[in-house]
């Protein structure tokens, strides 16, 4: 794998199953900053062991995608990515945060697109972020970006790390276009909420199985209940049950047969 990290370029290499080997372009010791990247503090077996035990269904899911993590990402980037994310394809999302990287970003070691600062994405104009498959998220993402340097930037994110689930994301979703599910991934893809589970269209109906049907709707209301539902259900790692749910959905392009995992269609 070879990405952006750090504001810098990184490769990272399986050599062997215990060997990770890293590829700075810095060249220097980068070791800390790729674990809190991976979350290498956190053991895998024990949050896996911990999902199988509270639903059972889970483990073929678990099982099929061995190593799944959830990542730390730097918090302003993934909730200004996830402003851009909303309401729209997955390939779309790629090409307009690959958008907002080549217009606003700097390039890097390995022809790497960084994505752009708190300031620069305040201080663009919405006509300049008017661009291509970006156009309809332009305005969302110039505000959102002027709201959050407003509150403080990073500090700001950092700071919502001490408060409660609850607490926290009712802060969030009083930032401009940012609502429960962008809060949720904020949440557990940057701030290290364990418990949030991010929900969609994909994951909800999933969600509607783990919690024994249908019958909440999909309103604001109708998602802080099935997200109390899930806490309750799959308690401190329901995020990571999510990412693995999410994951396997999207590998096996449907949900797998009942005799396999339980989340038959």
């Given at each position: 794998?070879?990405?952006?990290?750090?504001?810098?370029?990184?490769?990272?290499?399986?050599?062997s199953p215990d060997l990770l080997t890293?590829?700075?372009s810095r060249g220097e010791p980068f070791r800390g900053e790729v674990e809190r990247f991976l979350r290498l503090d956190v053991d895998l077996a024990t949050v896996l062991e911990d999902l199988r035990r509270r639903d059972a269904r889970l483990?073929?899911?678990?099982?099929?995608h061995q190593g799944l993590r959830v990542l730390r990402q730097d918090p302003v980037e993934c909730l200004l990515s996830f402003v851009c994310a909303v309401v729209t394809s997955i390939p779309r999302i790629s090409m307009s945060l690959e958008e907002v990287c080549r217009v606003f970003g700097?390039?890097?070691a390995l022809d790497l697109q960084i994505w752009?600062?708190?300031?620069?994405?305040?201080?663009?104009?919405?006509?300049?972020l008017r661009l291509g498959c970006l156009e309809f998220r332009c305005r969302?993402?110039?505000?959102?970006?002027?709201?959050?340097?407003?509150?403080?930037?990073?500090?700001?994110?950092?700071?919502?790390?001490h408060l409660p689930y609850e607490q926290a994301s009712a802060e969030l979703v009083t930032l401009p276009h940012v609502g429960p599910k962008v809060?949720?991934?904020?949440l557990l893809f940057a701030l290290g909420f364990d418990e949030a589970f991010p929900l969609d269209t994909h994951t909800w109906r999933l969600a509607e199985r783990l919690c024994g049907g249908p019958g909440i709707r999909r309103t604001p209301r109708g998602y802080r209940e099935m997200s109390r539902l899930l806490r309750e259900r799959l308690g401190p790692w329901a995020g990571w049950a999510q990412q693995y749910l999410f994951y396997d959905s999207l590998a096996a392009r449907r949900l797998r047969p009942p005799e396999d995992s339980g989340f038959s269609r």
């Open positions: 794998w070879a990405g952006p990290l750090g504001g810098d370029a990184v490769r990272l290499s399986l050599a890293v590829w700075h483990g073929p899911v678990l099982d099929a700097r390039r890097t752009p600062d708190l300031e620069t994405l305040a201080e663009a104009r919405p006509e300049d969302s993402l110039s505000r959102a970006a002027q709201a959050l340097r407003e509150r403080g930037g990073a500090a700001y994110l950092e700071g919502l790390r809060a949720d991934c904020v």
